[in-house]
């Protein structure tokens, strides 16, 4: 424990759920029972997929705009009770009707009190960018009794610049809700993983990337939930084929603010930014 | 292959051996033994460790200017040489002491027309930071028969910003000298070949990295030696305990051309800069 930072441990849960696009009642009931079991279990973080309720494989713009729902709508109101009873901080993904009855791939974060957070996905993969306005905000760092917490969404995680933006922001903790469509995983760690793995060792930040399972209109899932460590060794990670998956970590969020690697060394000191100036923005 | 990228394919070579500072004559032979296998065995792209005629563990900046040359010296020499006979391209990290009189951690590529490019490490390790005088340039992107090649070395790897500039100055392989020091290696991968991985993933290119092995003056390397493909996955890498290892990887660097992940989508197509502006600078 890093003596500069006494935050308490907490066990981060990510609840790798199968999802059915066209059942909202379903889906969030799915995650509310996986949330849930996480809590019992122990946990005081949980981290949901991607658009939870709505499901991801729409056939058009405007199921998604019949599947969505504004920030706080139905998942808000299911969670926040949930984290209420269990005092629980909840990461869960969205697809969000915004006051601009624009589409948005959100994710809400929150805890009893209500939602803390909302972060819109900057990054948008393939047909997404067919039903979504991306998101142009950093995403928030919010502050919790366990460390500070911030949300990034599934394709974001390998904008290596996103990610480093969000570590040099001060996360502890990156909450990643994630749909990672891919075939049935191959030999060793999913290269999504290894984003993800790179992306907390390059910030010394913990990652909590929560995948799905099952299939879906033709759609398979990676299943490659993991929580991630400063180090970037993954403290727990769903094996291949694992379907549905309660993953729990005990995590010190505290380790993330010693960002140093040797005595003369850290991840955010050694950047040399005034190299990087007008070049990584072109 | 890429309809657009007609390039041969190539065998990719690095060369992970062991030195000792202060042995300058016995470090060259030993780097110049070990690509000639390679060269014997078909490879045409050459990479070697970072600083390897020197040795790495200075006791002071004395003694790594007592050990350093010119972008001309000695090391250019025996390689240009060497390139002539085998038609290869070599890249090779020494300790430059440059027409200033500063000592760099630079690192050369090379064929047998001569010096191609001189790169000076930008991110200095550790005890680096007492010996030699960082760079302030991007590597140069070099053009040859199997495509566009670029030099970094060693902890450079570890700076997203830096890996991707390189990406976006349109190297097709990256080729990376490195002296990664470590305890003998745990389970799985090193986290140094993670960062390889992510690095080539994250921008759909090739990286090279040839570290060293044995032990000098209580230092011990992590020997993880890798040629990472496009697709984030090794085509080869050097076992734990491997100890001194030439390691071939066949490669069609023309692949890296692709930058696509989807029909909707390219690494570096989807990177929002006007996100990033004023940010990463800072």
Redesign the interface.
Known sequence: MSTTSPLPEVDVAVCQVALAVGDPDGNLARGLAAAEDAARRGARIVVLPELLRSGYVFVSAQEAEDLAEPADGPTAAAFTDLARRYDLVVAVGFAELDADRSLRNSALLLDGSGIRTVYRK??????E?DVFV?G?E?PEVVATPWGRLALAVC?DL????????IG?AGADLVCAPTNWPGPPRGEGRP?EV??V???A??NRMFVAACDRTGAERGVTWVGGSAVVGP???PFVEAPAGAGEHVLLARCRLGLAREKST????G?HA?????????????
């Not at 390998?158 to 933006?165: I, K, N, S, T």
């Not at 050694?270 to 072109?282: C, M, N, Q, S, V």
């Open positions: 900057a990054h948008l993969w393939d047909g960018k991306p142009d950093l394709y390998g904008f290596v610049e996103w990610m480093r933006l040099l290269m290894v984003h793995q790179a992306a060792s390059a180090d970037g060794r040797s005595a003369r060394n991840v050694d950047r040399r930014p005034e190299l990087y100036a007008g070049l990584l923005t072109r």
